[in-house]
Nanobody
Framework: QVQLVESGGGLVQAGGSLTLSCAASGSIFSRYTMGWYRQAPGKQRELVARITSGGNSNYADSVKGRFTISRDNAKNTVYLQMNSLKPEDTAVYYC?????????WGEGTQVTVSS
């Protein structure tokens, strides 16, 4: 069992930055692939970025060059550094943890980017 708690969301002006954190507890964090997803009102949840247990990462095209995912296995935490934010980045951001058939979600944190 893995519990995930996101933090760091908020209101920011376009062009600004935010760093989201996702703290995990309850299992061996380092063995999980961790991801950040987002869901805007009226839209489907979409993958933003993912990082494997080995540190390999991939990003949605819409955030490449602006967002950076990282993990600190000693702190059981995954981060999403978001720069050059745009109004279209406004959404609830969720982290997930995946290992084999096991999948866990956090409850999300709101990010609002004003124009």
């Amino acid at each position: 069992q893995v519990q995930l708690v996101e933090s760091g969301g908020g209101l920011v002006q376009a062009g600004g930055s935010l760093t989201l954190s996702c703290a995990a507890s309850g299992s061996i964090f380092s063995r999980y692939t961790m991801g950040w997803y987002r869901q805007a009102p009226g839209k489907q949840r979409e993958l933003v970025a993912r990082i494997t247990s080995g540190g390999n990462s991939n990003y949605a095209d819409s955030v490449k060059g602006r967002f950076t995912i990282s993990r600190d296995n000693a702190k059981n935490t995954v981060y999403l550094q978001m720069n050059s934010l745009k109004p279209e980045d406004t959404a609830v951001y969720y982290c997930d943890a995946v290992r084999g058939f096991k999948l866990y979600w956090g409850e999300g944190t709101q990010v609002t980017v004003s124009s």
